[in-house]
């Protein structure tokens, strides 16, 4: 009796990982609403400074500092979010992410991987718990990476396991890269990254993720209410810094203000 004929296999789905339009709506649309505030911002603090208003201006150079730092993480994001993208395929995965590293130039998070990997080039899937961050916040994430046959690395990316991005799972990604290249998901447990050579204590080349030491469980039990305790003194600062740059906007303006930018002061400051 002829043997049955093998069932054909069944073709590997296509899938694409990237953020979706709504996000990069909302991100476009939110950046150029603000934008135009912005570049108005100059010629309000110069109109100010012309006048000798300088007291008046504290409170609009600290709002600018703080719009700055809004406008710069908000385009950051928009950029990340327009170029970031991961795509697996029947025999490939094709990258487009930001590595960083040495070459990356002074904006590591910018300059971008864009790649077609053969499974089976990967020899096998690495992901640890990274402690990024300073003494005054820390913040433990998951690190998802390939490791190449060659010894080369393909950094994936970062996520914090307790809001995990559903645009670009980076653990879930690994996974299915491991699956579909048959090799493992190797877990190397949780590292400690410090500066090579710092300056000032803070600037300076991060170590390789090989080179840095273990953490245990309870260092990174005070890692985390140490970041939770940043965080809400960030928010109350910069709420505080807000507050602070209104009222003496407001309550310290003198009546020459009015009388040199307005024309005339108000009736209740005459």
């Known amino acids: 009796m002829a043997e049955a004929a093998k069932a054909p296999e069944r073709p590997v789905e296509r899938m694409v990982y990237e953020a979706g339009a709504g996000r990069k709506t909302a991100l476009s649309l939110a950046f150029l609403i ?10 309000m603090l110069a109109r100010r400074l012309v006048h000798g208003l300088w007291f008046d201006t ?3 150079i600290i709002f600018s500092a703080l719009f700055t730092g809004l406008m710069g993480l908000l385009g950051v994001q928009l950029y990340l979010a327009l170029r970031s993208r991961v795509e697996l395929g029947e025999t490939a995965v094709r990258i487009t992410l930001p590595q960083g590293g040495r070459g990356a130039g002074a904006t590591p998070m910018l300059h971008f991987f864009n790649k077609e990997i053969p499974y089976d080039k990967i020899a096998a899937v690495e ?29 994936l990316g970062n996520v914090n396991e307790d809001n995990v991005d559903s645009a670009l799972p980076f653990p879930e990604i690994g996974a299915k890269i491991a699956q579909r290249a048959g090799v493992d998901v ?30 245990s469980d309870a260092e990174k039990v005070e890692i985390n209410s140490r970041h939770s305790r ?31 930018i307005g024309g005339s002061a108000p009736s209740g400051k005459r």
Do not use: C, Q
């Open 186 to 215: 190797v877990d190397a447990g949780t590292v400690r990254r410090s500066i090579e050579k710092p300056v000032l204590k803070f600037f300076g080349r991060k170590t390789p993720t090989e080179s840095s030491p273990p953490l």
């Open 58 to 60: 504290i409170g609009l």
């Open 34 to 43: 603000l934008l135009p505030f912005y570049a108005s911002l100059p010629a």
């Open 127 to 155: 992901t640890r718990e990274v402690l990024f961050g300073n003494a005054m916040a820390p913040v433990l994430l998951r690190a998802t990476r390939l490791a190449l046959k060659d010894g080369e690395h393909i950094r």
């Open 230 to 260: 940043a965080m809400k003194y960030l928010v109350a600062g910069m709420a505080a810094l807000v507050v602070a740059g209104i009222a003496i906007d407001v309550f310290t303006a003198p009546r020459t203000s009015f009388a040199i």
